[in-house]
């Protein structure tokens, strides 16, 4: 994809949704982490479903560690992989109370080192807490990257690095949201919906659907 493309393929996602967000639930930073870590392998409705009631019980770091790591379990165990996460998010909630005076902290290298975050989970909290121009590549993203031409790359490292030179500087603050929401909505993985795309045309991918 060439640079003016890139460029107006952003500024129609911008003009559609101009200050997009995140569709996981939380009112807090260490609640974002939480849910962040808990939806690996799963989808934001569901891990939403759970983390309403146990926010509600325990909202702090300090408040999940009462909770105990049985209970906790017992209130995400409609998610994939609960019980590993579970233990995660214990072992995070001990380290943020050790470590950073029960605060997320803003250095990736202190997010990484926190059990169950990984370069993607560290990505999304220096973006949407930090307000760093940073892109977390999921499934989503890295479909969308490949299948547009937008960046295309055998790994999420290569896609990361492509996007963080693909996309213009005044539109990077918000591309991960853009790109994972597009790729969620309208440009999915078994179908995408071409018909109702608003990059269509400035889409490399040949086998566009047409409207049912």
């Known amino acids: 994809m060439k640079p003016g493309q890139r460029a107006e ?12 967000a995140t569709e996981l639930s939380y009112h807090s930073p260490y609640q974002l982490l939480v849910a962040v870590i808990l939806s690996a392998q799963a989808t934001d ?5 759970v983390t309403g009631p146990l926010f509600k019980e325990a909202p702090t770091p300090a408040a999940i560690i009462a909770l105990g790591e049985e209970k906790l379990a017992g ?18 909630s001990r380290l943020l109370l050790e470590r950073h005076g029960g605060q997320v902290p803003g250095d990736r290298a202190a997010l990484e080192a926190l059990p169950g ?6 990505n999304i909290i220096l973006n949407v807490v930090f307000g760093e121009p940073t892109i977390a590549v999921d499934t989503h993203i890295f ?3 490949n299948r547009t031409g937008l960046a295309p790359g055998k790994n999420v490292e290569t896609v990361e690095r492509g996007l963080l030179k693909a996309v213009p500087a005044q539109y990077r603050q918000h591309a991960h949201h853009w790109l994972i929401l597009h790729g969620r909505h309208v440009c999915k993985a078994r179908k995408p919906e071409c018909w109702r795309c608003l990059i269509a045309d400035l889409c490399a991918y040949r086998d566009k659907t047409p409207a049912p």
């Open 45 to 49: 409705k569901g891990v939403n479903r």
């Open 143 to 145: 479909r969308l990257a």
């Open 75 to 92: 209130h995400i165990q409609t998610i994939g992989l609960y019980r590993t996460k579970a233990r995660n998010v214990i072992a995070t």
């Open 9 to 20: 393929l952003f500024a129609r996602l911008a003009a559609a949704d101009p200050e997009p």
């Open 117 to 122: 975050v990984g370069r993607k989970t560290a």
